[in-house]
């Protein structure tokens, strides 16, 4: 198996001032291509260390994805690295320069004059194209492994990899199959709960179970070749049999995506009124091009009574013209109430929240999962209220 690695490189990704969102994506990208990564690391912008990391990693790795530091700055040092851990100089690409200074006319300005830096690469280097951006990547080997150098502008990188360079792995080497991944995702259960169940339970050879836990839903994947699809799929029953009304979506489109297609389908239109939830639901539904029909954000220091909860999801019914309603109290000694109207009536819950560790943002995010979860469970037919681990049962309507 090739051993694929991702080397990040900039201060500001070491010292954790900005989220290497670039890593994720490339590892969820590569795997889903048959490239799994074998690992990666992150390097600042010390020359010293980058050039002694892409001599060290070129001694052990098939495949090196470098990504940053192409950038007309003083900090910008991977060209440079690069070409220094090579044993050759750095070589001006005129016809680069050209596409730059093309690049910038377009939109009425001058290119200054340490842009040009963008067009050098090594001597030994191929250049790869960057359709979206001024700063051209480039393809070495060094000893056994061959590298792509990449800019760190997500939406440059994204283009680069997927139009010049997961070609170019195809060109140069001979590919597994995607592995297949059976996923599920559940809220209200614990990982150890889900764990004493499905833990050693038997497998296909080289099928792995794998558990992803980010409060407030935990996350089961069935991972392994293509060629085990029949005998994955005949243990993934017994997954969603353990998961059970607590699985709120399969696959990766999310619990908000799930529900705006099933409302769609259902021809129903949601309104929304939020307090200690704060607009979440709303963000969530309306990235997701949910039917909303309105909505209301009303301070969270305006205490209600479940009763009023739900004679609140009512009345905003009428005023929206919405078959459905979510309404969500403010937060007082850790009791949330939640209510959802509907067509049939009106269900509401109080709550009380148990994880007294949990921060203020988790514990709205977890209040807006547990109202989503309530519209899913109604759409679906079932029991709108479930049980959750770490919330407390306090009151009922129905």
Same mark, same amino acid.
């Not at 910008?76 to 070589?91: C, I, N, Q, W, Y």
């Not at 297949?180 to 099928?207: H, I, K, N, W, Y």
């Given at each position: 198996?090739?051993?694929?690695?991702?080397?990040?490189?900039?201060?500001?990704?070491?010292?954790?001032?900005?989220?290497?969102?670039?890593?994720?994506?490339?590892?969820?990208?590569?795997?889903?291509?048959?490239?799994?990564?074998?690992?990666?690391?992150?390097?600042?912008?010390?020359?010293?260390?980058?050039?002694?990391?892409?001599?060290?990693?070129?001694?052990?790795?098939?495949?090196?994805?470098?990504?940053?530091?192409?950038?007309?700055?003083?900090?910008?040092?991977?060209?440079?690295?690069?070409?220094?851990?090579?044993?050759?100089?750095?070589?001006?690409?005129?016809?680069?320069?050209?596409?730059?200074?093309?690049?910038?006319?377009?939109?009425?300005?001058?290119?200054?004059?340490?842009?040009?830096?963008?067009?050098?690469?090594?001597?030994?280097?191929?250049?790869?194209?960057?359709?979206?951006?001024?700063?051209?990547?480039?393809?070495?080997?060094?000893?056994?492994?061959?590298?792509?150098?990449?800019?760190?502008?997500?939406?440059?990188?994204?283009?680069?990899?997927?139009?010049?360079?997961?070609?170019?792995?195809?060109?140069?080497?001979?590919?597994?199959?995607?592995?297949?991944?059976?996923?599920?995702?559940?809220?209200?259960?614990?990982?150890?709960?889900?764990?004493?169940?499905?833990?050693?339970?038997?497998?296909?050879?080289?099928?792995?179970?794998?558990?992803?836990?980010?409060?407030?839903?935990?996350?089961?994947?069935?991972?392994?070749?293509?060629?085990?699809?029949?005998?994955?799929?005949?243990?993934?029953?017994?997954?969603?049999?353990?998961?059970?009304?607590?699985?709120?979506?399969?696959? @990766?489109?999310?619990?908000? +995506?799930?529900?705006?297609? #099933? !409302?769609?389908?259902?021809? =129903?239109? $949601? /309104?929304? &009124?939020?307090?200690?939830?704060?607009?979440?639901?709303?963000?969530?539904?309306?990235?997701?091009?949910?039917?909303?029909?309105?909505?209301?954000?009303?301070?969270?220091?305006?205490?209600?009574?479940?009763? @009023?909860?739900?004679?609140? +999801?009512?009345?905003?019914? #009428? !005023?929206?013209?919405?078959? =459905?309603? $979510? /309404?969500? &109290?403010?937060?007082?000694?850790?009791?949330?109430?939640?209510?959802?109207?509907?067509?049939?009536?009106?269900?509401?819950?109080?709550?009380?929240?148990?994880?007294?560790?949990?921060?203020?943002?988790?514990?709205?995010?977890?209040?807006?999962?547990?109202?989503?979860?309530? !519209?899913?469970?109604?759409?679906?037919?079932?029991?709108?209220?479930?049980?959750?681990?770490?919330?407390?049962?306090?009151?009922?309507?129905?």
């Amino acid at each position: 198996m090739l051993r694929v690695e991702m080397l990040s490189t900039g201060d500001e990704v070491l010292h954790g001032q900005i989220i290497d969102t670039n890593a994720a994506w490339l590892a969820d990208y590569l795997f889903q291509q048959g490239i799994p990564m074998s690992g990666r690391e992150t390097v600042g912008d010390s020359l010293a260390s980058l050039i002694e990391t892409l001599q060290e990693r070129s001694q052990i790795a098939d495949i090196l994805i470098v990504n940053g530091g192409l950038g007309p700055t003083s900090d910008d040092l991977s060209a440079l690295a690069a070409a220094t851990a090579s044993g050759v100089e750095l070589v001006e690409q005129a016809a680069w320069i050209a596409r730059m200074e093309a690049y910038f006319a377009e939109r009425g300005r001058p290119m200054a004059d340490s842009n040009r830096k963008q067009a050098q690469i090594p001597a030994n280097a191929e250049l790869i194209d960057n359709r979206v951006g001024t700063a051209c990547g480039f393809m070495l080997r060094l000893n056994k492994c061959l590298m792509f150098f990449t800019p760190g502008v997500p939406s440059e990188f994204k283009t680069m990899v997927t139009e010049q360079i997961v070609p170019r792995l195809r060109q140069h080497f001979t590919l597994s199959a995607p592995p297949l991944c059976l996923r599920l995702t559940t809220f209200g259960c614990s990982e150890s709960d889900l764990a004493a169940e499905l833990d050693g339970m038997p497998l296909p050879e080289g099928v792995v179970l794998g558990y992803r836990s980010s409060s407030p839903i935990i996350e089961l994947k069935l991972t392994g070749p293509e060629t085990q699809r029949a005998a994955m799929e005949a243990a993934w029953q017994r997954v969603r049999q353990v998961a059970g009304d607590n699985t709120i979506f399969e696959g @990766t489109a999310g619990l908000p +995506a799930t529900l705006a297609q #099933q !409302l769609r389908q259902q021809g =129903l239109k $949601l /309104a929304l &009124s939020e307090q200690f939830s704060a607009g979440l639901i709303n963000l969530q539904l309306q990235s997701a091009d949910a039917p909303l029909a309105g909505g209301e954000l009303l301070p969270s220091h305006c205490l209600e009574t479940l009763e @009023t909860v739900i004679a609140r +999801a009512q009345s905003l019914a #009428q !005023l929206a013209g919405a078959q =459905l309603v $979510l /309404a969500v &109290s403010a937060m007082q000694d850790e009791q949330v109430s939640i209510a959802l109207h509907t067509p049939r009536g009106s269900v509401g819950q109080t709550v009380r929240y148990r994880a007294s560790r949990h921060g203020l943002r988790l514990r709205q995010e977890s209040v807006a999962m547990l109202a989503l979860d309530m !519209l899913r469970r109604w759409l679906a037919g079932g029991q709108v209220c479930g049980k959750n681990g770490w919330l407390e049962m306090v009151e009922i309507i129905e």
